[in-house]
């Protein structure tokens, strides 16, 4: 099981770090991402990290404001994202795939946290 928390309402401009923690001995076997979804919008992939850490993916729209990472001996990974936009309001997701890298397609994820909802007011 995944929990994601850490989300918020906060201003534009603000910090936020949104953690997922995952139950089980096995977090170490998989690649995790960070989706978002806002209303209206399909699912995206946001961040990703591969299962020990060594390779990292960001959406373009994220770059230099998000960073994602993990500690495989506390079963979690977090999302760091600063400077927050409005257009950054989402419920944010973490997900697991048991690979070593991640993929941008949610279907390729077999694990889902419940979601945070990230709302910046301007």
């Known amino acids: 099981q995944l929990q994601a928390s850490g989300g918020g309402l906060v201003q534009a401009g603000d910090s936020l770090r949104l953690s997922c923690a995952a139950s089980?001995?096995?977090?170490?076997?998989?690649?995790m991402g960070w989706f978002r979804q806002a209303p209206g919008k399909e699912r995206e992939l946001v961040a990703a990290?591969?299962?020990?850490?060594?390779?990292?993916y960001y959406a373009d729209s994220v770059k230099d404001r998000f960073t994602v990472s993990r500690d495989n001996a506390a079963n979690t990974v977090w999302l760091q994202i600063t400077s927050l936009r409005p257009e950054d309001t989402a419920v944010y997701y973490c997900?697991?795939?048991?690979?070593?890298?991640?993929?941008?397609?949610?279907?390729?994820?077999?694990?889902w946290g419940q979601g945070t909802l990230v709302t910046v007011s301007s």
């Open positions: 089980g001995r096995t977090f170490s076997s998989y690649a």
């Open positions: 997900a697991a795939r048991g690979t070593l890298l991640p993929t941008r397609v949610p279907s390729d994820y077999d694990l």
């Open positions: 990290i591969s299962r020990n850490g060594g390779n990292t």
